[in-house]
């Protein structure tokens, strides 16, 4: 019992999406009715978890990760780029313009995000 726990409190997280459950029901190939409001810890007892601990232990954190990530994603980075302005100037009376304003810190900020979402 005392192996089996570590799994459960992982999947307890609230990280784990449906996404992740699925993962779990086609490895162990069993059912598990996570989205079932008669779930109990016997269903989730009955599958041979153990068997898949180290892929069950990565998708539990890769679950933590996705959802660092989302709320990075959502947060700072939506904000930003929701806020962002990039200034069009004409120049010199020609049809092609340039872009004004500070490209260099919107640059700057591009490769961060880029950066923080690899």
Not at 24 to 41: A, H, Q, R, V, W
Not at 48 to 59: R, T, V
Request: proline letters at 4%.
């Amino acid at each position: 019992m005392a192996l089996i726990l570590p799994l459960v409190q992982s999947l307890a997280d609230p990280s784990i999406r449906p996404r992740h459950w699925d993962e779990i029901i086609e490895m162990t190939k069993s059912e598990i009715p996570y989205d079932d409001e008669t779930f109990l810890l016997k269903d989730l007892l009955a599958v041979p978890l153990l068997k898949h601990q180290d892929d069950i232990l990565d998708i539990a954190e890769s679950a933590v990760k996705q959802l660092k990530l989302e709320g990075t994603l959502n947060g700072e980075i939506s904000k930003f780029w929701e806020e962002c302005e990039l200034e069009v100037k004409g120049y010199k009376n020609v049809e092609n313009c340039m872009l004004g304003g500070n490209i260099q810190d919107i640059q700057e900020k591009l490769e961060e995000h880029i950066m923080a979402l690899n």
